[in-house]
């Protein structure tokens, strides 16, 4: 069964940068797609960015390109999310999702599409 573990999370004041990390095991495939997602309170799960993980090609949501970079580990099915310059807006709990790679590309940034998650790290951009 496969787990996947976040860390990186915490209080930031805006303007400032935090490195997520995301980290998968037991069972893992081949050739997996890794994705970050976020939630806010009563709100469904929005994409971020996610990637496929052996050829390094990279998928951002709406406006997250830019302050936010998702890169591989040197690790195999280790992934980061590096965010700069953090709004309060971006306040959220932050999930990191695994599978296969999907054929259909769109299938990169649905939550629908992984079914495996970690239990989420809590990002609060705050003074």
């Known amino acids: 069964q496969v787990q996947v573990v976040e860390s990186g999370g915490g209080l930031v004041p805006p303007g400032g940068s935090l490195r997520l990390s995301c980290a998968a095991s037991?069972?893992?495939?081949?050739?997996?797609?890794m994705g970050w997602f976020r939630q806010f309170p009563g709100k469904e799960r929005e994409f971020v960015a996610s990637i496929s993980w052996n050829v390094g090609q990279t998928y951002y949501g709406e406006s997250k390109q830019g302050r936010f970079t998702i890169s591989r580990g040197s690790a195999k099915d280790t992934v980061y999310l590096q965010m700069n310059s953090l709004k309060p807006e971006d306040t959220a709990l932050y999930y990191c999702?695994?599978?296969?790679?999907?054929?259909?590309?769109?299938?990169?940034?649905?939550?629908?599409?992984?079914?495996?998650w970690g239990r989420g790290t809590q990002v609060t951009v705050s003074s």
């Open positions: 037991g069972g893992t495939f081949a050739n997996p797609a």
């Open positions: 999702a695994y599978d296969r790679i999907p054929i259909n590309p769109e299938n990169y940034r649905s939550s629908e599409w992984y079914d495996y």
